[in-house]
């Protein structure tokens, strides 16, 4: 079993900051791209950010220069960073990754954390 655990929502004021985790565990071999998605209420879900095994990044435009996603491949975790947030980014953000698992090593499957919710209003 896989799982995915995220944590660091909440509601933060415009301007202010948040910083999520999101926690694989379980029998993983290993890890290559990790990400974060976010699905606000009527809208579709939509990338925000990825990081490669290597380190490489990848951002949506509207969270260029504000937004960090960062990864510890110690711990199976990876992290996103938001600054200057806006009413906009209000949404349920979800962290994915792209992972070999122990009981089939040379398969690659998308697993999906529970989602936490970030909430911008002041």
């Known amino acids: 079993q896989v799982q995915l655990v995220e944590s660091g929502g909440g509601l933060v004021q415009p301007g202010g900051s948040l910083r999520l985790s999101c926690a694989a565990s379980g029998s993983i071999f290993s890890i290559n791209v990790m990400a974060w998605y976010r699905q606000a209420p009527g809208k579709q879900r939509e990338l925000v950010a990825s990081?490669?095994?290597?380190?490489?990044?990848t951002y949506a435009d509207s969270v260029k220069a504000r937004f960090t996603i960062s990864r510890d491949n110690a711990k199976n975790t990876v992290y996103l960073q938001m600054s200057s947030l806006k009413p906009e980014d209000t949404a349920v953000y979800y962290c994915?990754?792209?992972?070999?698992?122990?009981?089939?090593?040379?398969?690659?499957?998308?697993?999906w954390g529970q989602g936490t919710q970030v909430t911008v209003s002041s």
């Open positions: 990081v490669s095994g290597g380190g490489s990044t």
């Open positions: 994915n990754a792209d992972l070999q698992p122990t009981w089939a090593p040379n398969n690659q499957f998308r697993y």
